[in-house]
């Protein structure tokens, strides 16, 4: 199964895309694919992958929502929709099919349709694009999956009732539409660089996916600042993972890494365009954070982090998109140039945000910074109240380690 699942991931929106292009009715075609690829994860495992995957899963979903459409239509008696059901030949699983273009980009975009709150954008382009799984998604927007399965549904419904046409949307809402879409990547990229839960640190195929679409996009959108941007930083971060844990899967912090395995073709594209994006005038918020991930990227070795550089770009960043995430960041750039007091003063600003209430990063972030300044005692209750609350088993057991490794009394 796990060979199956990077490739059912990277052929959900193909599909699903194929069929919202062919048939239209988004909700329902999100049910059959969602359908198509439980029916594929419990059969390909025992018959094995077929040889045309993409058609199979094609055959199946179209199968499962000609019974929808039947099913639809005699309890409704309408007769268009036994017209068009007469009209569907679905092609045979291991046929082969004429190329088709890739629909990912037009998904992307109808997951962001207007009629549909910024949250639920996010949260369907994940299930629908990302193939995340719903307790994936909530655990991104740190909500109950109780809550967030209604809202996935809620959000089909509305693209649904607003009469939505499977196309890209018209220039007036690209702007709007395309800031969703780079949150919906940075996302997935962020739950395949750490996964939010499980034993695995990373998981790479959602990286790599989170990379490719976001090529695609800076291919069809080159103008675009911020989508050259958000791709830089990915590239940045990325050129790390091999160094990010060692053979058994610890993980390894930035300043205790191996910069010689850091991946430097990724290094130097990403500063590349991180350069090129930050001379083109206005700059947003991925730029600014791709210039913080190329400070640390072009650094020989950690004590020689310019983190002079690093705090200003995170103020202006925090001018820019005032977040609870980027206070926390710009505290451990403090932290480095000031002292860890002064980190630990900024971080007490946070204790009543809302947004980091259930974080195991506030902890942890506060428990290094207080065994830096001398209190161990209160360093290790820190570590293990952030290794309570993460669900990540790597960082969990990183973090206990760091407790256990404080010296009692």
């Not at 020689?304 to 998109?321: F, N, S």
């Not at 002292?339 to 195991?360: E, I, M, R, W, Y």
């Not at 910074?369 to 293990?384: K, S, T, Y």
Request: hydrophobic content about 45%; some cysteine; glycine content about 6%.
């Amino acid at each position: 199964m796990s060979e199956i699942e990077p490739l059912l991931r990277e052929l959900t929106p193909q599909v699903l895309g194929f069929l919202a292009r062919r048939y239209g009715q988004f909700d329902l075609c999100e049910d059959a694919v969602q359908e198509a690829l439980l029916a594929a994860a419990t059969q390909w495992p025992t018959d094995g992958v077929p040889a045309n995957p993409r058609g199979w899963l094609i055959t199946v979903a179209s199968r499962r929502l000609t019974d929808q459409f039947r099913s639809e239509s005699a309890r409704r008696k309408r007769e268009d929709s036994v017209a068009l059901m007469e009209e569907v030949v679905s092609p045979g699983a291991d046929q082969d099919q004429p190329a088709e273009a890739d629909d990912t980009l037009t998904l992307l975009f109808l997951c962001c349709h207007p009629a549909v709150t910024p949250a639920s954008q996010v949260a369907l382009t994940l299930r629908a694009v990302g193939g995340l799984g719903t307790a994936e998604i909530a655990r991104a927007f740190m909500v109950p999956e109780a809550t967030m399965a209604p809202r996935i549904s809620r959000a089909k419904k509305s693209i649904k009732a607003a009469g939505s046409r499977f196309v890209l949307p018209p220039e007036e809402e690209r702007a709007d539409r395309l800031r969703v879409v780079l949150q919906v990547l940075y996302l997935i990229f962020n739950e395949g660089y750490t996964a939010s839960s499980g034993e695995e640190l990373q998981r790479v195929e959602l990286t790599a996916e989170a990379i490719r679409l976001t090529r695609m996009l800076r291919e069809s959108l080159p103008d675009e600042g911020e989508v050259a941007g958000l791709l830089a930083l990915m590239l940045l971060t990325d050129a790390r993972r091999a160094a990010r844990a060692t053979e058994g899967g610890e993980l390894i912090p930035i300043d205790e890494q191996d910069r010689t395995l850091w991946n430097r073709k990724s290094i130097e594209e990403g500063a590349a365009l991180t350069l090129e994006t930050l001379a083109g005038g206005d700059v947003g918020s991925y730029q600014l954070q791709a210039a913080i991930a190329a400070v640390h990227a072009e650094a020989p070795t950690a004590d020689e982090t310019d983190w002079r550089q690093i705090l200003g770009l995170y103020v202006l960043l925090e001018k820019l998109a005032p977040n609870p995430m980027v206070t926390l960041n710009r505290a451990i750039a403090l932290a480095q140039v000031e002292g860890p007091q002064a980190g630990l003063d900024l971080l007490a600003t946070l204790d009543d945000d809302k947004h980091l209430a259930d974080n195991h990063r506030l902890d942890a972030v506060r428990a290094h910074l207080l065994q830096r300044a001398g209190d161990p005692e209160a360093a290790r209750e820190h570590f293990l109240a952030a290794a309570r609350r993460t669900t990540s088993l790597p960082e969990q057991r990183y973090l206990t380690a760091k407790a256990a490794a404080i010296p009692a009394g």
